[in-house]
Protein backbone atom coordinates (compact mmCIF):
# COMPACT_ATOMS: atom_id res chain seq x y z
CA UNK A 1 0.00 0.00 0.00
CA UNK A 2 1.44 3.22 -0.94
CA UNK A 3 1.36 5.84 1.73
CA UNK A 4 1.49 9.48 0.70
CA UNK A 5 -0.03 11.96 2.44
CA UNK A 6 -2.00 13.48 -1.14
CA UNK A 7 -3.95 9.78 -1.17
CA UNK A 8 -6.06 10.98 1.40
CA UNK A 9 -7.43 13.39 -1.14
CA UNK A 10 -7.64 10.97 -3.74
CA UNK A 11 -10.49 8.42 -4.48
CA UNK A 12 -9.96 5.19 -2.37
CA UNK A 13 -8.80 1.75 -3.42
CA UNK A 14 -11.62 -0.73 -3.86
CA UNK A 15 -14.21 1.82 -4.77
CA UNK A 16 -16.51 2.29 -7.37
CA UNK A 17 -14.58 4.69 -9.76
CA UNK A 18 -17.22 7.69 -10.82
CA UNK A 19 -18.54 7.06 -14.46
CA UNK A 20 -17.85 9.74 -16.81
CA UNK A 21 -18.91 11.13 -20.81
CA UNK A 22 -16.24 13.21 -22.29
CA UNK A 23 -15.32 14.05 -26.17
CA UNK A 24 -11.94 12.98 -27.10
CA UNK A 25 -9.47 14.09 -29.77
CA UNK A 26 -11.65 13.22 -32.66
CA UNK A 27 -14.96 14.31 -30.96
CA UNK A 28 -16.28 11.14 -30.18
CA UNK A 29 -18.03 10.22 -26.97
CA UNK A 30 -16.25 8.08 -24.55
CA UNK A 31 -17.73 6.91 -20.83
CA UNK A 32 -16.13 4.34 -18.44
CA UNK A 33 -18.84 2.35 -18.52
CA UNK A 34 -18.42 1.27 -21.93
CA UNK A 35 -15.30 -0.38 -20.88
CA UNK A 36 -16.34 -2.69 -18.44
CA UNK A 37 -14.03 -5.56 -19.12
CA UNK A 38 -11.02 -3.77 -19.35
CA UNK A 39 -8.54 -2.34 -17.44
CA UNK A 40 -8.52 1.37 -17.87
CA UNK A 41 -5.88 3.69 -17.45
CA UNK A 42 -7.36 7.35 -16.44
CA UNK A 43 -4.59 10.02 -16.12
CA UNK A 44 -5.05 13.52 -15.04
CA UNK A 45 -2.70 15.83 -16.69
CA UNK A 46 -1.97 20.32 -17.02
CA UNK A 47 -1.73 20.72 -20.36
CA UNK A 48 -1.28 19.60 -23.50
CA UNK A 49 1.95 20.04 -25.32
CA UNK A 50 4.11 21.30 -22.22
CA UNK A 51 7.61 19.37 -21.15
CA UNK A 52 5.91 17.14 -17.85
CA UNK A 53 2.61 16.56 -19.75
CA UNK A 54 4.37 15.33 -23.16
CA UNK A 55 6.77 12.92 -21.55
CA UNK A 56 4.27 11.45 -20.04
CA UNK A 57 2.34 11.24 -23.16
CA UNK A 58 5.31 10.13 -24.72
CA UNK A 59 6.16 7.17 -22.45
CA UNK A 60 3.14 5.71 -22.30
CA UNK A 61 3.06 5.85 -26.44
CA UNK A 62 6.03 3.96 -26.64
CA UNK A 63 4.86 1.08 -24.34
CA UNK A 64 0.96 1.30 -25.59
CA UNK A 65 1.61 -2.34 -26.88
CA UNK A 66 2.38 -3.64 -23.92
CA UNK A 67 -0.55 -1.88 -23.16
CA UNK A 68 -3.12 -2.90 -25.51
CA UNK A 69 -1.16 -6.89 -24.84
CA UNK A 70 -2.73 -6.42 -21.39
CA UNK A 71 -6.18 -5.21 -22.36
CA UNK A 72 -5.64 -2.00 -20.76
CA UNK A 73 -7.61 1.04 -22.52
CA UNK A 74 -5.55 4.18 -21.59
CA UNK A 75 -7.69 7.75 -20.85
CA UNK A 76 -5.23 10.74 -20.62
CA UNK A 77 -7.64 13.66 -19.23
CA UNK A 78 -7.07 17.45 -18.98
CA UNK A 79 -9.14 20.55 -19.33
CA UNK A 80 -7.73 21.34 -23.07
CA UNK A 81 -10.54 21.82 -25.83
CA UNK A 82 -11.01 18.74 -28.45
CA UNK A 83 -8.96 20.71 -31.03
CA UNK A 84 -5.96 21.41 -28.58
CA UNK A 85 -6.32 17.35 -27.87
CA UNK A 86 -6.04 16.61 -31.92
CA UNK A 87 -3.04 18.92 -32.43
CA UNK A 88 -1.36 17.07 -29.57
CA UNK A 89 -2.30 13.66 -30.64
CA UNK A 90 -0.84 14.44 -34.39
CA UNK A 91 2.46 16.24 -33.25
CA UNK A 92 3.31 13.32 -30.77
CA UNK A 93 1.64 10.09 -32.69
CA UNK A 94 -0.39 9.24 -29.87
CA UNK A 95 -1.94 5.95 -30.17
CA UNK A 96 -4.74 6.63 -27.16
CA UNK A 97 -7.70 8.54 -26.27
CA UNK A 98 -7.58 12.01 -24.84
CA UNK A 99 -10.33 13.31 -23.52
CA UNK A 100 -11.68 16.95 -23.17
CA UNK A 101 -12.80 18.06 -19.80
CA UNK A 102 -13.13 21.86 -20.17
CA UNK A 103 -15.80 22.32 -17.28
CA UNK A 104 -13.36 20.11 -15.29
CA UNK A 105 -16.16 18.11 -13.93
CA UNK A 106 -14.47 14.95 -14.43
CA UNK A 107 -11.24 16.38 -13.27
CA UNK A 108 -13.24 17.31 -9.86
CA UNK A 109 -15.28 14.42 -9.15
CA UNK A 110 -11.91 12.58 -9.46
CA UNK A 111 -10.04 14.79 -7.03
CA UNK A 112 -7.17 16.10 -9.65
CA UNK A 113 -8.26 20.00 -9.70
CA UNK A 114 -5.56 21.84 -8.07
CA UNK A 115 -5.32 25.16 -7.24
CA UNK A 116 -3.76 26.76 -10.20
CA UNK A 117 -3.82 23.62 -13.09
CA UNK A 118 -5.05 20.03 -12.88
CA UNK A 119 -2.95 17.44 -10.53
CA UNK A 120 -0.77 14.87 -12.37
CA UNK A 121 -2.37 12.03 -10.60
CA UNK A 122 -3.96 8.77 -12.01
CA UNK A 123 -6.29 5.88 -11.42
CA UNK A 124 -5.74 1.67 -12.75
CA UNK A 125 -9.54 1.07 -13.03
CA UNK A 126 -9.96 -2.56 -13.22
CA UNK A 127 -12.44 -4.70 -15.34
CA UNK A 128 -15.33 -4.63 -12.90
CA UNK A 129 -14.99 -0.56 -12.41
CA UNK A 130 -13.07 -0.67 -8.77
CA UNK A 131 -10.37 1.62 -8.50
CA UNK A 132 -7.18 -0.71 -7.92
CA UNK A 133 -4.75 1.74 -7.91
CA UNK A 134 -4.07 5.19 -6.99
CA UNK A 135 -1.35 7.26 -8.08
CA UNK A 136 -1.01 10.64 -6.08
CA UNK A 137 2.60 11.77 -7.21
CA UNK A 138 3.40 10.73 -10.98
CA UNK A 139 7.07 10.63 -12.35
CA UNK A 140 6.20 11.45 -16.12
CA UNK A 141 9.06 9.52 -16.93
CA UNK A 142 8.41 6.42 -15.27
CA UNK A 143 4.75 6.45 -14.80
CA UNK A 144 4.11 3.70 -17.73
CA UNK A 145 6.49 1.31 -16.47
CA UNK A 146 5.28 1.67 -13.04
CA UNK A 147 1.73 0.51 -14.53
CA UNK A 148 2.81 -2.23 -16.55
CA UNK A 149 4.38 -3.46 -13.14
CA UNK A 150 0.80 -3.08 -11.29
CA UNK A 151 -1.01 -4.51 -13.94
CA UNK A 152 1.30 -7.92 -14.12
CA UNK A 153 0.74 -8.14 -10.73
CA UNK A 154 -3.03 -7.42 -10.05
CA UNK A 155 -3.33 -10.08 -12.93
CA UNK A 156 -1.46 -12.82 -11.43
CA UNK A 157 -3.05 -12.51 -8.27
Same mark, same amino acid.
Given at each position: ?? +?? !? ?7 ? %?????? #?? $? @? ?54 ? +?? !? ?7 ? %?????? #?? $? @? ?58
Amino acid at each position: MQ +SY !SHMKDMLKI %ETLAPN #FK $L @LDQNGEEHSLSEYRGFHVLVYFYPKDDTPGCTKEACVIRDMYNDFKSNDVKVFGIS +SD !SVESHKRFE %EKYKLP #FT $L @LSDPDKEVIKKYRADGAISTKRISYLIGPDGVIEKVYPKVDPAHHGIEILKDITELKNK
